[in-house]
């Protein structure tokens, strides 16, 4: 009976254990083989466009330098973001760049194009090919060259010098048959010149503000002195704009405007203080010619340097590019000349606001003036002799030729500019400043 009762309480503890494991007879599968599913590394390469932001940041002051022409070469990587889609840097393949060549003399230039469509290269590339080039014309190959090709290596430079770009770097060679060809400036004719003199601008106007309708008024604008001294002495629109009072000086009989960058007898200059000249060879001495003495350009300096005012031309603004920073002076007398041409009906191709360089040009070879002293006076870059000797010093003998120089044109530019002013000094107009 003992044996019973132990038999009996193992049993009953038997059933509150928990059953064995008891494994299976059939073979054991395998178990799932886990696949990873690894992604794939980010792609660090910035698109065309981050780099085109970066090309166009503005830099400090100590690397301001580098970025000159970074403005002007916007459009055209902006046309090449359009063109092919933003790529990443890494992507722009041969085949990419030999896209854009080929796009390139494909733009059409402004004319016969709506505004609305002409904002952007882009826009007027898709415009041409939308209407199949109807009333359009292709750019001047020019453009091509000294723009598009020259904005975009400039581009391609930066983006190599700053890691963004590891490929070679691009030829650009495609131009078009049908692209046009540059068309060179031409001088002004005599009977234009004369037209243009006799404008009320020149010879009395309505008020300070309405100079190109006829009035009894005598201003001697800004733009009046402009024209005058880009034809007698073939400066460059925006050379004129940054004369100051001091530029003017004299040797003892004769007078000259200095547009070196700054006057070396004076010792060394900040380069924040030097002129903003076009080339190095713009750094010149130019002749007055006594004309313009005559219609009253001393007086004009000596009533501002009375007033302590620097500048010769102090109601000329500036115009600042937003995109690099940098100023022109040109486009107060560059927009007068464009109401010009409307007002006096200017429909010649070749004559621009320029042609009163190759007027100069034009005398100057007419009188035989030798080249060196051609290249010194306009401001050209001549061979390697023409960089040395005096430049800083006036040279009489050049001057003397400039004070001589008087074709028929200037003689009755004198009779039209110099009767105005007599009528002024009598009372016969009224003198308004315009400074």
């Known amino acids: 009976m003992f044996d019973r009762l132990v038999q009996d309480a193992v049993a009953q503890r038997l059933l509150l254990l928990p059953l064995p494991q008891v494994g299976s007879i059939s073979p054991a599968s395998e178990p799932a083989a886990q696949i990873r599913t690894e992604e794939p590394a980010e792609n660090t390469s910035n698109r065309m466009s981050e780099v085109l932001a970066d090309f166009l940041k503005p830099l400090d002051r100590k690397r301001k330098h580098t970025a000159k022409g970074r403005g002007e070469a916007a459009p055209v990587v902006q046309f090449a973001v359009d063109l092919l889609g933003d790529p990443r840097m890494d992507e722009l393949t041969e085949a990419k760049w030999k896209q854009l060549d080929e796009a390139l003399p494909d733009i059409p230039n402004r004319d016969n194009i709506p505004r609305k469509c002409s904002e952007t290269l882009f826009q007027r590339y898709k415009y041409a090919e939308t209407t199949n080039w109807s009333k359009l014309e292709r750019v001047t190959i020019t453009t091509i060259k000294s723009r598009y090709w020259a904005g975009l290596y400039k581009f391609v430079d930066f983006a190599i ?38 404008l009320p601008l020149f010879t009395g106007c309505k008020n300070r503000m309405h100079v190109w309708q006829p009035g009894s008024y005598f201003v001697q604008s800004h733009i009046c002195w402009g024209f005058l001294i880009c034809i007698l002495t073939g400066m460059r629109p925006g050379e004129v704009g940054q004369l100051e ?5 004299t040797e003892g009989e004769f007078f000259y405007f200095d547009l070196r960058p700054f006057d070396a007898r004076n010792g060394r200059v900040a380069l924040q203080d030097l002129r903003n000249l076009k080339t190095n060879a713009a750094g010149r001495v130019i002749p007055i010619h006594p004309l313009l003495i005559e219609l009253g350009l001393l007086d004009r300096m000596h009533e501002l340097m009375d007033r302590r005012e ?6 000329w603004d500036s115009y600042v590019r937003t995109k690099d920073g940098t100023t022109r002076w040109s486009q107060p007398l560059s927009k007068a000349w464009q109401y010009v041409k409307k007002l006096l009906k200017i429909d010649r191709a070749d004559l621009t606001l320029y042609s009163t360089r ?28 023409g960089r040395y000797g005096r430049k800083g010093v006036l040279d009489p003998q050049i001057a003397a030729k400039i004070e001589a120089l008087e074709p028929p044109a200037i003689k009755l530019m004198r009779e039209i500019l110099l009767a105005a002013t007599k009528r002024a000094d009598a009372g016969g107009l009224t003198v308004l400043k315009t400074y």
């Not at 963004?164 to 005599?190: H, M, Q, S, T, W």
């Not at 007027?359 to 050209?380: F, K, S, V, Y």
Request: glycine share 2%.
């Open 245 to 249: 009072c001091a530029d003017i000086r």
């Open 310 to 315: 620097e500048r010769l031309f102090p109601e």
């Open 358 to 385: 190759h007027l100069m040009a034009d005398w100057l070879d007419n009188e035989a003036i030798a080249q060196r002293t051609r290249d010194r006076i306009l401001g050209h870059a001549s061979d390697v002799r």
């Open 161 to 198: 010098t700053e890691k963004f770009y590891e490929g070679p770097r691009p030829k650009f060679v495609c131009i078009d048959p049908e692209n046009l060809a540059p068309l060179p400036r031409d001088a002004f004719d005599d009977d234009e010149l004369l037209t243009l003199l006799r």
